[in-house]
């Protein structure tokens, strides 16, 4: 044979090798194939299969199970000639059950000099032989309970006093609540709705012991947990004693209670169903807020008894300001000016000492424009801050564009109380994102004594108020037209129980929610 001869031969060896040499390896198939499952991309896994096929079989599972997620781990390949093995470990992250895992195997073979997956059912999980629809079937422990602070069971229906208004209800799931709580859920079964039962729905309802079914081949049984309880911060005593105090009244009217010392929700009650204006009402909040803007005033050196002015009116950046029943008392201590709910007063000592800034500043001190997250949705306290000397002369005396609910000033009282604002709770272990926020030093000592004198000699005095009652009266415009209605409000704290009243439309607060505040002291028990 001639040179050239083997040459030629050399040659058409060497290019038959490289056209029938298999690509890659089975490794390298595998992972892409698993890349491809954990993502759901079922176009770049059937582009590894040796014959193309649709894959809807893995959406299904993803949609009959509630997968979140899937993560494959591959292990150590088993080739013999042209086939070979893949073992695999996946996980599927199931809503509302978590992970389900098992093991499986990749079978994958030589296809057009290149390795393929040679897919079957028993790809997805072993224990297939054919196609099937994905489903689950579960059993659902007993729906754990919720209580109030002495273990008294609150959420069969029965309490009333505006319990039901804080804790929910149960309803039947909609196909929304399903996709949103997860596919062991079925239309139809019980779910919380509203309050707390609808937040901490997954902590009282448990997870279901839940068999993972295809066809009616049972794949998994994943073990359930009961669901747990729900221990609230409200005092079966306070709220009786809440109730009772509103219950008469012709008028819409709310009390919230707190424990000064935590921030914990002793007590809420509505007079009146539906719209649970205790914790969701937007109201002005009148001369209450007058304790606010002492507190910025204290702190930024006004003394209790340095003499101010209390005249009928004044006039403060082009708005003209009036006292209640047009009064007028002269010059009077600082403490008297508030003990007189003097608006005369305040508003132009906060154009003076304290400023759009510092006013709004004292504000988000004790809560406003912070978000409640007290267990269950809650109105947020508005305090904007003013954009004029007639704008800040208003929020002075808790008018204007600042609106709160009767659970906010309870909240304020509560910070009154104890020189420290606590984000409000009803459920006390529930972590709170908001610290506290202490007083300004030496202020929280001369409110007190200012907060007492309006039940001693100010506008609360004739109410009736136990005697260690320390409050601030508020009688709230609202509307529009020269003559404008009023919410009457009251707020304060007598030894550890800090509260609000609000009464829609009122009027006057130190006659008529202040009194409110008295029955309801005056119902607790002694032993408070």
């Known amino acids: 044979m001639s040179v050239a001869t083997v040459v030629a031969v050399g040659a058409a060896a060497g290019g038959a090798y490289y056209v029938l040499h298999t690509r890659g390896t089975p490794a390298e198939t595998a992972q892409r194939f698993a890349a491809a499952w954990q993502s759901g991309d079922q176009a770049r896994m059937s582009a590894e299969l040796a014959v193309p096929r649709e894959l809807g079989l893995y959406g299904r599972l993803r949609e009959g199970l509630g997968v979140e997620s899937t993560e494959v781990t591959l292990g150590q390949p088993r080739e013999s000639d042209d086939r070979a093995t893949v073992p695999y470990t996946a996980t599927h992250r199931l809503k509302n059950l978590g992970d389900w895992t098992y093991e499986g195997e990749l079978a994958l073979k030589v296809a057009d000099r290149h390795w393929k997956v040679d897919w079957a059912p028993a ?5 297939l032989t054919s196609e099937a629809e994905f489903t689950l079937k579960a059993k659902w422990p007993e729906r754990a309970k919720i209580v109030d602070a002495d273990g008294n069971r609150i959420d069969t229906g029965e309490v009333g006093g505006s319990v039901q208004q804080l804790v929910g209800f149960l309803d039947k799931a909609t196909k929304d609540d399903v996709r949103r709580l997860g596919s062991a859920y079925k239309t139809g079964q019980a779910v919380g709705r509203g309050g707390l039962q ?5 902590r009282l309802a448990g997870t279901p012991t839940t068999e993972i079914r295809a066809g009616e081949t049972t794949l998994e049984t994943i073990e359930g947990e009961d669901g747990e309880s729900l221990t609230t911060s409200l005092d079966p005593q306070v709220q009786d004693a809440a109730v009772t105090a509103v219950k008469d009244l012709d008028k819409p009217a709310s009390l919230v209670a707190i424990r000064p010392g935590t921030g ?13 204006r205790a914790i969701d009402g937007r109201y002005p909040p009148g001369s209450t807020f007058k304790a606010v803007t002492a507190a910025g005033l204290l702190a930024a050196g006004l003394k209790p008894g340095d003499t101010v002015t209390c005249p009928k009116y004044v006039t403060v950046g082009g708005l003209r300001i009036r006292n209640s029943e047009e009064a007028a008392y002269g010059k009077v201590s600082f403490s008297d000016s508030f003990a007189y709910s003097c608006n005369t007063s305040f508003a132009p000592l906060a154009k003076q000492r304290l400023g759009a800034d510092k006013l709004l500043k004292t504000a988000e001190l004790v809560g406003f424009n912070t978000a409640p997250a007290i267990g269950l949705p809650a109105t947020e306290p508005s305090f904007p801050r003013a954009e004029s000397d007639a704008e800040l002369a208003a929020e002075s005396f808790g008018q204007g564009r600042i609106t709160a609910s009767p659970l906010s000033m309870a909240s304020v009282a509560a910070a009154l109380a104890d020189g420290t604002w606590r984000p ?9 994102k908001v610290k506290p926020r202490p007083l300004p030093d030496g202020v929280t000592d001369d409110l007190h004594a200012m907060m007492a004198a309006v039940v001693t000699k100010g506008t609360a005095k004739a109410a009736g108020l136990p005697a260690g009652t320390h409050g601030k009266t508020g009688t709230a415009e609202y509307g529009t037209g020269p003559e404008l209605d009023s919410h009457a409000w009251f707020i304060g704290f007598r030894d550890d129980v800090a509260f609000a009243v609000v009464v829609e439309g009122g009027g006057g607060g130190g ?4 009194p409110v505040a ?4 005056r119902a607790l028990p002694s032993s408070r």
């Open 518 to 521: 008295a029955d309801f002291l």
């Open 198 to 202: 609808q937040t901490f729905e997954k």
């Open 123 to 127: 790809a997805v999980h072993p224990k």
């Open 511 to 514: 006659k008529v929610a202040a």
């Open 264 to 276: 914990e929700i002793l007590g809420v009650v509505n007079n009146r169903g539906g719209f649970n």
């Open 424 to 432: 409000p709770t009803l459920v006390p272990e529930a972590e709170q």
